[in-house]
């Protein structure tokens, strides 16, 4: 079921027939009750990580480099958070706008050249979000927007990665043990072959993070410190001088890391944000009435920034909808429970269970969204009263929950929020796909194809 690549429907319908925990393999327990995510996930809790996640940890110099993502350990991930999260904290977001700023101008440029013609969207917003990670990160844009293509295959090749985690994935956590251990562990010509068999997808990403490293030391050799840049590699560097030296293994890990976790999950949510917005002629309305009325007001700068974005209140109601239905990651958030076992939905689980949540499951629930939870209707988010507004908040698992909840939120959500009005701003958009519908893959992120649109120029407001 999982290699079709439906999991978010399959979950569901296994929920919709045999209720809200099912055994869905030998020690693996899916459960669709929303009072177990603080259980599972909360701040404190101590279940941990399952051997899925080390799938896609990227081999670094001959080892598994397990990132903050995909760490199991709990000591580990505390080390490898605590030199970055102020980097990622809202207050610093005003930092990186000035780089998902220029790649919106080329992406503009872009949709003015081919006005009128047919316009892969599902790959335009992901070359978009690649080249601003890359720009947030390191300076680097890597060209997608301006080469118009995959550049040296790297989206491909996330792709190709995906595709092995999604089946191997689906081993009982023992068995996924002992494969690693044997393709990843095991010295000189059999670690070879294993590698042969199952190709690091990711090295192309660690050794561009070592490309971008070299290029910012030589720089800072010959010129000095430029005061200028404010991306992520300069501001750990600036970080060094207070926190003491930070590894090159680190530094390379925090900085792919953001490359591999931070561009496929925001081209999913642009994606799903136009998609819906296109196909509800009456939020696109609406939505469009208010990016204009707020032009003409004079109170959107010629670039929205972050904070004008949040005085949008129907455009953030319709970012957080299409996340709600369309949520980037659609596999299930796996964890064991912990060694003494654990309660849940009236059931006790013995400890080292994997037990898992799905957000495509969760966001369906009518019980927290609504009766009319399949539709897309951003207005709920506007007229649940506080109470319930609190409970969709909190239960909302597009970012996930707890402890391990996504520390790149504010990164994605001030790209889109900047984005979306801009483009809308600009440009009337429609479906031009022969196909009514998109097609999509669950493979880890939930991703789609086939969005097709044509833009026509705006005559400003
Ligand atoms: C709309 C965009 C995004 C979505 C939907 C998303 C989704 C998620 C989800 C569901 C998790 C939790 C995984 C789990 O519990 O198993 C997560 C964790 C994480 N995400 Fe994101 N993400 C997004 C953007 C980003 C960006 C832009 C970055 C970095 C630049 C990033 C970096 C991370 C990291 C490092 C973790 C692990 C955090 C930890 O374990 O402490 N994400 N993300």
Same mark, same amino acid.
């Given at each position: ?223 000095? $410190? ?60 609406? $939505? ?170 705006? $005559?400003?407001?």
């Amino acid at each position: 079921m999982v290699y079709n690549g439906n999991a978010p429907s399959n979950y569901r319908d296994i929920h919709q027939k045999y209720g809200p925990i099912v055994r869905v393999g030998p020690n693996e327990v899916s459960v669709a009750d929303y009072r177990a995510i603080p259980v599972i996930y909360g701040v404190g809790s101590k279940f941990t990580k399952t051997p899925f996640y080390t799938l896609m940890s990227p081999i670094y110099q001959g080892s598994i480099m397990d990132s903050m993502f995909s760490t199991r350990d709990a000591t580990r991930h505390k080390y490898l958070k605590s030199s970055v999260a102020q980097i990622f904290s809202m207050t610093n977001m005003r930092n990186f706008e000035c780089y998902a700023d220029e790649c919106t101008q080329i992406f503009i440029d872009a949709m003015l050249d081919l006005e009128g013609t047919p316009v892969d969207f599902s790959h335009w917003l992901q070359w978009y979000a690649f080249d601003v990670i890359g720009s947030i990160t390191f300076r680097r844009r890597f060209g997608f927007m301006e080469k118009r293509k995959d550049v040296n295959n790297m989206i491909a090749k996330i792709d190709t990665g995906l595709q092995y985690v999604k089946v191997l994935g689906q081993l009982p956590g023992g068995m996924l043990g002992s494969l690693q251990w044997v393709l990843f562990r095991l010295d000189g010509a059999f670690q070879r072959i294993g590698m042969t068999l199952l190709p690091d997808t990711m090295d192309r990403f660690t050794k561009i993070t070592e490309e971008e490293v070299d290029r910012y030391e030589n720089s800072v050799a010959t010129v000095g $410190v430029d005061s200028q840049r404010t991306d992520f590699l300069a501001q750990l560097r600036e970080k060094e001088k207070r926190l003491g030296k930070i590894s090159q293994r680190d530094m390379i890990n925090h900085l792919s890391n953001n490359l591999l976790a931070g561009s496929d999950t925001t081209a999913i949510s642009l994606r799903a944000i136009f998609y819906y917005v296109i196909k509800n002629p009456q939020v696109y309305g609406k $939505v469009q009435n208010e990016i204009d009325e707020a032009d003409r007001e004079n109170r959107l700068s010629k670039f929205v920034t972050y904070e004008e974005c949040l005085k949008l209140p129907y455009l953030q109601a319709i970012m957080k909808e299409a996340m709600r239905l369309h949520p980037g990651v659609g596999f299930p958030l796996e964890r064991y429970t912990p060694s003494e076992g654990a309660e849940i939905c009236g059931h006790t689980l013995q400890g080292g269970t994997n037990v898992s949540i799905s957000a495509p499951v969760i966001h369906y629930n009518q019980e927290i969204y609504g009766k009319d939870a399949d539709l897309f209707r951003p207005e709920r988010w506007q007229e649940a009263p506080p109470e319930v507004l609190k409970a969709m908040d909190r239960y909302f698992l597009a970012f996930g929950h707890g402890t391990r909840t996504c520390i790149g939120k504010n990164i994605s959500i001030m790209e889109m929020g900047k984005f979306v009005p801009q483009i809308l701003r600009h440009f009337r958009i429609s479906w031009a796909s022969p196909v009514p519908e998109w097609q999509t893959d669950a493979a880890w992120f939930w991703k789609q194809s086939g969005l097709i649109v044509r833009l026509e120029r705006r $005559v400003r407001a």
